[in-house]
C-alpha cells in the first residue's frame, strides 16, 4: 500500500550544517507529509523536483513551534521545529494558521514514537540554548513536551457555566463567555463577550482560535459558546449597529407592511428581529407600530432558533427564510428586508418599478395556451419575442402581495427557470408576461408521448429541475409548489421550473386550507402538519416529481384520496418503483422521502448524484 499524503505545501528550511544564520542558509523547499515520513525537496521552474531530505516519522522525538524574538531573515516568519535522532529541523510557516496546520498533523502522525518528555522552545545558536542558555546541543530539554492529545488532558479550568453549547463543527464564531488567562504559551487569552474564530475543534477540549488581532492559540472549548449559529453578517437583513431607536425610525420611514432587520440586541451574541406593521394589535396597542422579537435559543446541545416557540430552526438564516414566508406567531410575515442606508429616493422607485411593469403597447396577445389557476394564459409577443401572458382572473390572486414579491421574482433568474419577463398592473385583469416555451407543461408532455421517451432523457430531465431547485435552495427561495405540471419543455427539451413561489398569493380557500385543490399529494408530512415550508419540503416534492417523470406522467397515488395518502404516509409507506425507473433513481426517491426534513439531501447533491447516474 502507498502511503497516505497528509499535508503538502511550500515551507522554509534552515540549513542545519551552517552555523551562522545568513539568509542565505534559508531555503525554499516543496514539503510533503505522508503517513511514512517528512520529505523535502527542490522545485526550479522548468526542472524536475529534487529531492533534498527525508525524515521517516519514527525517527521523529518532538515537533513543537519555536518561540523566539530573534529576527527571522527569511519570507516565512512562523517557526516550528523537528526533532528527530540528535537532529533540529526547524522549518518556517507563512502564517500561523499554516504553522499550526503542520505541528498538529506532524504531532499527530508521531503520537506513537517514544517521544521526549522535554524540548526547547526557543532556537539553537551561536553555541548555546537561547531558552536555557545551555551549551550543550544535547542538554534535556528546559520546558515539557505535550505531544498530540496530551494537551487535551491537561486540566480544564473550573466550569464557568453549566449551560456550555456548541454544535457542529461548521459554525465558526464563538463568544467568550469569561475571561481566560493563557496558562501555555500555546493558549490565548480570552476576553468575555468577545468573538473568536474557530481554526480547529477537533480536539475534545481544547479548541485553537484566532482573536480580532489574529493571534491564534488553544482555549478552553467550555469557556466559548458558539454566537448565535453561523455567520450572518453578509445577509441583506442584517443590520450590525442599529440600535432599537434607529431601527424603529429606519422601518417606519419605509412604511411597508412586514419591513424588517435583524440587528445586535443589547445583550452579546443575541439578535433581535425589529418588523413594522400596520395591523391592529388585540390589546388596542396602537399603529401603525415596531415590533421586536428577541431570537431565542433552546437549552439543547445543539441549540434550535427560535421566535415564536413551535418553529424550531437550527440556524438564524433558516429562522428568516422561515418567517420570510410565514407568520407563523410573528404579527406579520417578514416581508421586506430594510437595511441602514438602503433608503431610496421615491424616484429612484419609480425607476426600478418601470423595470418590470411592461408597457401594454409593446404586447401583443394571441391564442390560449391554457388555463390555470389564476386565469387563462394566452401566447404572445413581446418586444419581438414569444412569450406566455398569464391573465389574471379578478379575486384569484392577492395582487397587492403579489405585485410587492414580483420585483424578487424577477430577479431570481436561472437558465433552468421559466422566466418573469415583467409584469401589466396598469389595467385589469393584471397580466404577467413569462418566457414561452414551446412543449408546455411537462406532466401533459409526458402523458402525450408515453413509451417514445428514453431513459436518458427521464434522467436529463430530473437534472434540469434539480440544477433549478439547487439555484433556488441557494437563493433561500422555496418554490412551495414543485410538481411536474409545474414546470414546462422548451423546444429543445430542456425543462425548466415554473411558477416559484406563486401559491403564496392564491385566494382561493381550496387551495390553502388542506381541502381537495392543496397539492397533498407532492407535500412532506411537515408542510401536511404544520404549514413548515422549506427547501426540505421541496425536497420531498421534488421525489414525487421525479415519481411523475419516471410514471410517465402518472398521477401519484392515482385511486387515493388526501385523506387516504396522509395516512399512509403516516403509516411510513412510500410510492413504490415505477416499472421504468432504474433501481439508483428509485433510492434517491426515498431518501427525498424521508420522514425528517434534515435527513434528505439537499438540491446540490442531488443535482450531483443524478449528474454521476447521467455520467455527466
Ligand atoms: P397556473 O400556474 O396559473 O395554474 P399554469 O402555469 O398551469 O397556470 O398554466 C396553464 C397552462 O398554460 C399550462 O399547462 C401550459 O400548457 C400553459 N403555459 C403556462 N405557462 C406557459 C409558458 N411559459 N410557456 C408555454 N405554455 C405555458
Given at each position: 500500500?502507498?502511503?497516505?499524503?497528509?499535508?503538502?505545501?511550500i515551507l522554509?528550511?534552515?540549513?542545519?550544517?551552517k552555523?551562522?544564520?545568513s539568509?542565505?542558509?534559508?531555503k525554499?523547499?516543496?514539503?510533503?507529509?505522508?503517513?511514512?515520513?517528512?520529505?523535502?525537496?527542490e522545485?526550479?521552474?522548468?526542472?524536475?523536483?529534487?529531492?533534498?531530505?527525508?525524515?521517516?516519522l519514527?525517527?521523529?522525538?518532538?515537533?513543537?513551534?519555536?518561540?523566539?524574538?530573534?529576527?527571522?531573515?527569511c519570507?516565512?516568519?512562523?517557526?516550528?521545529q523537528v526533532?528527530?535522532?540528535?537532529y533540529?529541523?526547524?522549518?518556517?510557516?507563512?502564517d500561523?494558521?499554516?504553522?499550526?496546520?503542520?505541528?498538529?498533523?506532524?504531532?499527530?502522525?508521531?503520537?506513537c514514537?517514544?517521544l521526549?518528555?522535554?524540548?526547547?522552545?526557543?532556537?539553537?545558536?551561536?553555541?548555546?540554548?537561547?531558552?536555557?542558555n545551555?551549551?550543550?546541543?544535547?542538554?534535556?530539554?528546559?520546558?515539557?513536551?505535550?505531544?498530540?492529545?496530551?494537551a487535551?488532558?491537561?486540566?480544564?479550568?473550573?466550569?464557568?457555566?453549566?449551560?456550555?453549547?456548541?454544535?457542529?463543527?461548521?459554525?465558526?464564531?464563538?463568544?467568550?463567555?469569561?475571561?481566560?488567562?493563557?496558562?501555555?504559551?500555546?493558549?490565548?487569552?480570552l476576553?468575555?463577550?468577545e468573538?473568536?474564530?474557530?481554526?480547529?475543534?477537533?480536539?475534545?477540549n481544547?479548541?485553537?482560535?484566532?482573536?480580532k488581532h489574529?493571534?491564534?492559540?488553544?482555549?478552553?472549548?467550555?469557556?466559548?459558546?458558539?454566537?448565535?449559529?453561523?455567520?450572518?453578517?453578509?445577509?441583506?437583513?442584517?443590520?450590525?449597529?442599529?440600535?432599537?431607536?434607529?431601527a424603529e425610525?429606519?422601518l417606519?420611514?419605509?412604511?411597508?407592511?412586514?419591513?424588517?432587520?435583524?440587528r445586535?440586541?443589547?445583550h452579546?451574541?443575541?439578535?433581535t428581529?425589529s418588523?413594522?406593521?400596520?395591523?391592529p394589535?388585540s390589546?388596542?396597542?396602537?399603529y401603525?407600530?415596531?415590533?421586536?422579537y428577541?431570537?431565542?435559543e433552546?437549552?439543547?446541545?445543539?441549540?434550535?432558533?427560535?421566535l415564536?416557540?413551535?418553529?424550531l430552526f437550527?440556524?438564524?438564516?433558516?429562522?428568516?427564510?422561515?418567517h420570510?414566508?410565514?407568520a407563523?406567531?410573528?404579527?406579520?410575515?417578514?416581508?421586506?428586508?430594510?437595511?441602514?442606508?438602503q433608503?431610496?429616493?421615491?424616484?429612484?422607485e419609480?425607476?426600478?418599478?418601470e423595470?418590470?411593469?411592461?408597457?401594454?403597447?409593446?404586447l401583443?396577445?394571441?391564442?390560449?395556451?391554457?388555463?390555470?389557476?389564476?386565469?387563462?394564459?394566452?401566447?404572445?409577443l413581446?418586444?419581438g419575442?414569444?412569450?406566455?401572458?398569464k391573465?389574471i382572473?379578478?379575486?384569484?390572486?392577492?395582487?397587492?402581495?403579489f405585485?410587492?414579491e414580483?420585483?424578487?421574482?424577477?430577479?431570481?433568474?436561472?437558465?433552468?427557470?421559466v422566466?418573469?419577463y415583467?409584469?401589466?398592473?396598469q389595467?385589469?385583469?393584471?397580466?404577467?408576461v413569462?418566457?414561452?416555451l414551446?412543449?408546455?407543461c411537462?406532466?401533459?408532455?409526458?402523458?402525450?408521448?408515453?413509451?417514445?421517451?428514453?431513459?436518458?432523457t427521464?434522467?436529463?430531465?430530473?437534472?434540469?429541475?434539480s440544477?433549478?431547485?439547487?439555484?433556488l435552495e441557494?437563493?433561500?427561495?422555496?418554490?412551495?409548489?414543485?410538481?411536474?405540471?409545474?414546470c414546462?419543455v422548451?423546444?429543445?427539451?430542456v425543462?425548466k421550473?415554473?411558477?416559484?413561489?406563486?401559491?403564496?398569493f392564491?385566494?382561493?380557500?381550496q387551495?390553502?386550507?388542506?381541502?381537495?385543490?392543496?397539492?397533498?399529494?407532492?407535500?412532506?408530512p411537515e408542510?401536511?402538519?404544520?404549514?413548515?415550508f422549506?427547501?426540505?419540503s421541496?425536497?420531498?416534492?421534488?421525489?414525487?416529481?421525479?415519481?411523475?417523470?419516471?410514471?410517465?406522467?402518472?398521477?401519484?397515488y392515482?385511486c387515493?384520496?388526501?385523506?387516504?395518502?396522509?395516512?399512509?404516509?403516516?403509516?411510513?409507506?412510500?410510492?413504490?418503483?415505477?416499472?421504468?425507473c432504474?433501481?439508483p433513481v428509485?433510492?434517491?426517491?426515498?431518501?427525498?422521502?424521508?420522514?425528517k426534513?434534515?435527513?434528505?439531501?439537499?438540491?446540490?447533491?442531488?443535482f450531483?448524484?443524478?449528474a454521476?447516474?447521467?455520467?455527466?
Amino acid at each position: 500500500m502507498y502511503p497516505r499524503v497528509i499535508l503538502k505545501g511550500i515551507l522554509y528550511k534552515k540549513s542545519q550544517q551552517k552555523r551562522r544564520t545568513s539568509p542565505c542558509n534559508y531555503k525554499e523547499r516543496y514539503f510533503v507529509l505522508n503517513t511514512e515520513d517528512l520529505t523535502y525537496s527542490e522545485r526550479r521552474p522548468g526542472k524536475k523536483p529534487v529531492l533534498k531530505g527525508c525524515i521517516e516519522l519514527s525517527r521523529i522525538k518532538c515537533v513543537e513551534t519555536v518561540r523566539s524574538d530573534l529576527p527571522i531573515p527569511c519570507e516565512y516568519k512562523y517557526p516550528f521545529q523537528v526533532v528527530y535522532d540528535s537532529y533540529h529541523l526547524y522549518v518556517f510557516a507563512p502564517d500561523n494558521d499554516c504553522r499550526l496546520k503542520w505541528v498538529r498533523a506532524l504531532k499527530e502522525e508521531t503520537k506513537c514514537n517514544n517521544l521526549e518528555k522535554n524540548y526547547h522552545p526557543d532556537f539553537w545558536g551561536e553555541g548555546k540554548w537561547r531558552c536555557c542558555n545551555r551549551t550543550d546541543k544535547l542538554a534535556t530539554g528546559c520546558s515539557d513536551y505535550y505531544p498530540s492529545g496530551c494537551a487535551s488532558k491537561k486540566p480544564l479550568p473550573p466550569t464557568p457555566n453549566a449551560e456550555r453549547r456548541f454544535s457542529s463543527q461548521e459554525l465558526r464564531i464563538v463568544v467568550a463567555m469569561k475571561n481566560f488567562i493563557p496558562q501555555e504559551f500555546t493558549d490565548i487569552a480570552l476576553h468575555k463577550d468577545e468573538e473568536y474564530t474557530v481554526i480547529d475543534c477537533s480536539e475534545p477540549n481544547w479548541w485553537t482560535v484566532r482573536d480580532k488581532h489574529g493571534h491564534v492559540g488553544t482555549v478552553p472549548c467550555i469557556y466559548v459558546k458558539e454566537k448565535l449559529s453561523n455567520n450572518i453578517e453578509h445577509f441583506e437583513w442584517y443590520n450590525k449597529n442599529v440600535t432599537r431607536t434607529e431601527a424603529e425610525e429606519l422601518l417606519t420611514a419605509v412604511d411597508k407592511e412586514g419591513a424588517f432587520m435583524v440587528r445586535d440586541s443589547r445583550h452579546a451574541g443575541v439578535y433581535t428581529v425589529s418588523v413594522f406593521t400596520k395591523a391592529p394589535g388585540s390589546n388596542g396597542e396602537k399603529y401603525p407600530r415596531v415590533k421586536h422579537y428577541k431570537i431565542r435559543e433552546t437549552e439543547d446541545e445543539e441549540p434550535k432558533y427560535y421566535l415564536a416557540e413551535k418553529y424550531l430552526f437550527s440556524s438564524i438564516p433558516e429562522l428568516i427564510t422561515y418567517h420570510q414566508h410565514n407568520a407563523a406567531g410573528l404579527i406579520t410575515r417578514l416581508r421586506h428586508c430594510v437595511s441602514q442606508g438602503q433608503g431610496k429616493s421615491p424616484r429612484i422607485e419609480e425607476l426600478e418599478s418601470e423595470e418590470w411593469e411592461i408597457d401594454m403597447e409593446d404586447l401583443t396577445l394571441g391564442e390560449e395556451l391554457g388555463s390555470g389557476q389564476f386565469g387563462l394564459v394566452l401566447q404572445g409577443l413581446y418586444r419581438g419575442e414569444k412569450v406566455a401572458v398569464k391573465t389574471i382572473r379578478e379575486g384569484a390572486m392577492s395582487e397587492e402581495e403579489f405585485k410587492e414579491e414580483a420585483r424578487v421574482m424577477m430577479k431570481v433568474s436561472h437558465p433552468k427557470l421559466v422566466r418573469l419577463y415583467g409584469v401589466c398592473t396598469q389595467q385589469s385583469p393584471m397580466y404577467l408576461v413569462f418566457e414561452f416555451l414551446k412543449n408546455g407543461c411537462l406532466a401533459e408532455y409526458l402523458r402525450s408521448r408515453k413509451g417514445s421517451v428514453s431513459q436518458e432523457t427521464f434522467l436529463g430531465m430530473c437534472l434540469d429541475v434539480s440544477e433549478a431547485m439547487a439555484y433556488l435552495e441557494s437563493s433561500n427561495f422555496i418554490h412551495r409548489d414543485l410538481a411536474a405540471r409545474n414546470c414546462l419543455v422548451s423546444e429543445d427539451l430542456v425543462v425548466k421550473v415554473s411558477d416559484f413561489g406563486m401559491t403564496r398569493f392564491v385566494l382561493d380557500d381550496q387551495y390553502t386550507s388542506y381541502t381537495s385543490k392543496f397539492p397533498v399529494k407532492w407535500s412532506s408530512p411537515e408542510v401536511i402538519r404544520y404549514n413548515k415550508f422549506s427547501s426540505k419540503s421541496d425536497v420531498w416534492s421534488f421525489g414525487v416529481l421525479m415519481w411523475e417523470v419516471y410514471s410517465e406522467g402518472r398521477l401519484p397515488y392515482e385511486c387515493r384520496t388526501n385523506g387516504e395518502v396522509v395516512e399512509s404516509l403516516n403509516a411510513g409507506l412510500r410510492l413504490l418503483k415505477p416499472r421504468l425507473c432504474p433501481e439508483p433513481v428509485y433510492q434517491l426517491m426515498q431518501w427525498c422521502w424521508k420522514e425528517k426534513p434534515e435527513d434528505r439531501p439537499s438540491f446540490v447533491l442531488l443535482f450531483h448524484e443524478l449528474a454521476s447516474l447521467a455520467d455527466i
